[in-house]
C-alpha cells in the first residue's frame, strides 16, 4: 500500500483566481493519476502525472486548465487555474501500485475546493 | 458536457440483513476490477478486486460477482453494519493503468 498526503485538505477560492494542490507519497510510485469528484458525483479522472514528461490529459480536460507537474517519483501537484464555482469538487491524488491480483488504486484523503 | 446535480442510486438495508450493489462497466476488454467504500469526508477506500479469470471472490463478509457475459458486477455484504454506510464504486481498469469508475451507490443501513 501507500500513504498519500494532500495539501490543501479543504480551501474556499474566490472566483477567477488559480489553486495548486500537492500530493505526496510516502514511497516511490511510477503511476500517479488526477481524479476529480464533483458533488454527488462518481470520480472522473483528469490526468496520469508523467515523471519526467507532460501529464496525459482524458477527454474533456486541458492543460491550460489543469496544469500538473510531476517533479519526481513521490511527489505532484495539480493547479486549478481560473476557477469558477462549476470547478467546486473534490480533487483527489491517486498512485497505482502491485499486488497479487493485479494492480491497485489507492486515494488520498482529497482536497475539498469550493469557490465562491 | 457534465451535468450537475445528479444523485447517486440509493440502497436502504435494515442492519444485519445482506445488501447486495451492482454495478455495469462498459468496456469488456477490462480484466481487473475493483470495489471501493466512500464515507462521508474521506477518500475512497479499497474493499476487494477481481480478475477477469475468475467470476467470484470472496473477503470478510463481503463478495464480489463478475459477470462477464453481460459486463456486470456486484457486490454482496453480509450482515449489514452500521458502519457500512457509505458510497460504493465500482472501478475498471484502462490500457494504461488508469482505473475508470462507475456511477456509485450510496448504502444507508437502518439501525
Known amino acids: 500500500s501507500a500513504v498519500i498526503s494532500q495539501k490543501p485538505s479543504r480551501d474556499i477560492c474566490q472566483r477567477g483566481t488559480s489553486l495548486t494542490i500537492q500530493c505526496q507519497v510516502d514511497?516511490?510510485?511510477?503511476?500517479m493519476f488526477w481524479y476529480r469528484q464533483q458533488p454527488g458525483q462518481s470520480l472522473t479522472l483528469i490526468a496520469t502525472?508523467?515523471?519526467?514528461?507532460?501529464?496525459?490529459?482524458e477527454s474533456g480536460f486541458v492543460i491550460d486548465k489543469f496544469p500538473i507537474s510531476r517533479p519526481n517519483l513521490t511527489f505532484s501537484t495539480l493547479t486549478v487555474s481560473n476557477m469558477s464555482p462549476e470547478d467546486s469538487s473534490i480533487y483527489l491524488c491517486s498512485v497505482v501500485t502491485g499486488s497479487r491480483s493485479g494492480n491497485t488504486i489507492y486515494f488520498g484523503e482529497g482536497s475539498w475546493l469550493t469557490v465562491v | 458536457g457534465e451535468s450537475v446535480g445528479l444523485h447517486l442510486p440509493t440502497l436502504s438495508v435494515q442492519e444485519g440483513d445482506n445488501s447486495i450493489i451492482n454495478c455495469a462497466y462498459s468496456?469488456?476488454?477490462?480484466?481487473?476490477f475493483i470495489w471501493y467504500k466512500q464515507e462521508s469526508g474521506k477518500g475512497p477506500q479499497f474493499i476487494i478486486d477481481i480478475r477477469s479469470n475468475m467470476d467470484k471472490r470472496q473477503g470478510q463478509r463481503v463478495t464480489v460477482l463478475l459477470n462477464k457475459t453481460v459486463k456486470h458486477l456486484s457486490l454482496q455484504i453480509a450482515a449489514t453494519q452500521p458502519g457500512d454506510s457509505a458510497v460504493y464504486f465500482c472501478?475498471?481498469?484502462?490500457?494504461?493503468?488508469?482505473?475508470?469508475f462507475g456511477t456509485g451507490t450510496s448504502l444507508t443501513v437502518i439501525p
Open positions: 514511497s516511490q510510485v511510477t503511476m
Open positions: 468496456n469488456s476488454a477490462s480484466d481487473y
Open positions: 472501478a475498471e481498469n484502462g490500457a494504461g493503468n488508469q482505473f475508470y
Open positions: 502525472a508523467n515523471q519526467g514528461s507532460e501529464a496525459t490529459y
